[in-house]
C-alpha cells in the first residue's frame, strides 16, 4: 500500500498531537508535586498580602444563607386567629372522647360517584323518583251501575180548553153531511164536518154524544161532549 505525500504528513501531525496531548496529561494530572525540589523562601517586599477567603471559609456562609432564603420560601400556615379575642383557651376545651359522634360517623356509608373523572361527558342523568303505589279498593257489590238515561226534552204546552159546548147535530135529506150546533155564551154556533168555528177551531167529527174539534193554533184534538140537558130532552 502506498501513501501519498498528504496522507503521510497527515499522519506525522496526527502522531505529534498525541504526544503532546499524553506528557499534558501525566504533567497536570497524573504526576504529583516533587518532593525533591527544594522550596524557595518568599521575595520580601515589605507588603503585606491581603487576606484571601478560601472555599472552606466562605462555604458555611453560602449554606447558611442558602437555607435561610429556602425556609423562607416554604408555606407554613397558621391555624391561630389574628385577633386575641378570637383565640382559643386551651384549658376550656374538654378532652373527653365522644365516642357516640365517632359511631356515628362510622355508621355512615360510604358512596362513590358514577361519573368517570376520566371521561369527558354529559353527567349521569338525577335519578327517577320512585313511582306511587296505588292500593285497589275492593267493592262489596261486581254488578254494574244502571245508567239512567237523560229525561226527553219538554214537548209544547198543552192546548187551553176549548169552551164552546155541543148540544146536538142536525142532517138534511139527501145531503149526507151532519152540522152540529155549539153555544158559546148566547151565541149559537152551526158548523159542518170540515168548516172552521170561530176561525181557530176545526170540527173534525160529529157523532151522536160527541163531537172531535182541533184547535188549529196549537195543533191538537179535544173531545167535546153533548150536554146533558140536550141528551135529556
Known sequence: MT????????????GILVVAGGYSLYSNVLSG???AEPSRPARSTGIAPAAVPTYATAQPARS?????LRSSEEFRPSLKPK??????????????LRLDLLAKVQAVEMQ??????FQLSAPPPPPLPPEPKVKLVKTASTQPVPITPPPPPPGPPPAPPITLKYYGYS???GDNRKHAFFLDGDDILVGAEGDLVKKR?????????????EDTQFKQ????PLLEEAAAG
Do not use: H, W
Request: aromatic letters at 4%.
Open 171 to 173: 142532517s138534511a135529506r
Open 112 to 117: 362513590g360517584g358514577s361519573r368517570n373523572l
Open 33 to 35: 508535586p516533587s518532593a
Open 3 to 14: 501513501l501519498t505525500p498528504e496522507r503521510k504528513r497527515l499522519f506525522i501531525l496526527l
Open 83 to 96: 385577633r386575641a379575642e378570637d383565640r382559643v383557651d386551651p384549658m376550656t376545651i374538654d378532652p373527653t
Open 201 to 213: 177551531y176545526r170540527v173534525v167529527r160529529i157523532g151522536v154524544n160527541s163531537v172531535v174539534m
Open 64 to 68: 447558611r444563607r442558602t437555607a435561610a
Open 221 to 224: 184534538e179535544q173531545t167535546l
